[in-house]
């Protein structure tokens, strides 16, 4: 009976004061993390343009890849400028001194080894060409890639400040409830203190 009386008044009743502050305390870092929380989900970011992110400079408009998207074989072979020095099979048959692949009315092939020498060269000029256009368009690609990276990364921060505003009501409530009880508690203790007999 002495030992359950020197423990109600010596721990429950003189350190419980003192418990139930430190309980008000976390109740208090309870409510100030709810208010950064929300005072965090209001700073959502906005992406910037792409001409922005990528810069103006280095920026490559749909327009450009348009200009600079590479022909088609056919569409090459008969362009009349090209960037890449390509001969028809009369001028090629007539530098490398060979006999022209077909017949006079151009219907017929009558040398299939040369025609085969000039479709070979014929490719070659065309990867030739290819290497030189596509540049432009793969660096349209990485640019994209970079911009949908950039833009994906700030969505999903936004998305996780916007969970934070809907938490800290919550744990602002939650501290609220800690430093209501915690205040309550207290004050018992301190009437009880105040009124005990010794």
């Known amino acids: 009976m002495k030992i359950t009386k020197l423990f109600e008044q010596k721990f429950l009743l003189g350190w419980g004061r003192h418990l139930w502050n430190v309980v008000g305390v976390s109740g208090f870092v309870a409510v100030l993390t709810g208010i950064i929380l929300f005072g965090n989900s209001l700073t959502t970011q906005t992406p910037k343009s792409k001409m922005k992110f990528i810069g103006k400079k280095e920026f490559v408009t749909d327009e450009m890849t348009k200009e600079t998207a590479p022909l088609s074989r056919s569409q090459w072979a008969s362009a009349e400028d090209k960037v890449i020095p390509y001969l028809s099979v009369e001028e090629w048959s007539e530098v490398n001194s060979k006999p022209y692949p077909f017949s006079s009315d151009k219907k017929k092939l009558i040398?299939?080894?040369?025609?085969?020498?000039?479709?070979?060269?014929?490719?070659?000029?065309?990867?030739?060409?290819?290497?030189?256009?596509?540049?432009?368009?793969?660096?349209?690609?990485?640019?994209?890639?970079?911009?949908?990276?950039?833009?994906?990364?700030?969505?999903?921060?936004?998305?996780?400040?916007?969970?934070?505003?809907?938490?800290?009501?919550?744990?602002?409530?939650?501290?609220?409830?800690?430093?209501?009880?915690?205040?309550?508690s207290s004050a018992l203790l301190s009437i009880e203190r105040n009124t005990r007999k010794d």
């Open 111 to 184: 040398n299939r080894d040369v025609w085969y020498e000039y479709v070979e060269y014929s490719n070659m000029k065309y990867d030739e060409y290819l290497k030189v256009a596509t540049p432009i368009i793969r660096k349209k690609n990485e640019q994209d890639k970079r911009y949908r990276s950039y833009v994906t990364g700030i969505q999903s921060r936004n998305s996780i400040k916007r969970s934070h505003g809907y938490v800290s009501p919550f744990v602002v409530g939650y501290g609220l409830a800690v430093i209501a009880s915690a205040s309550v």
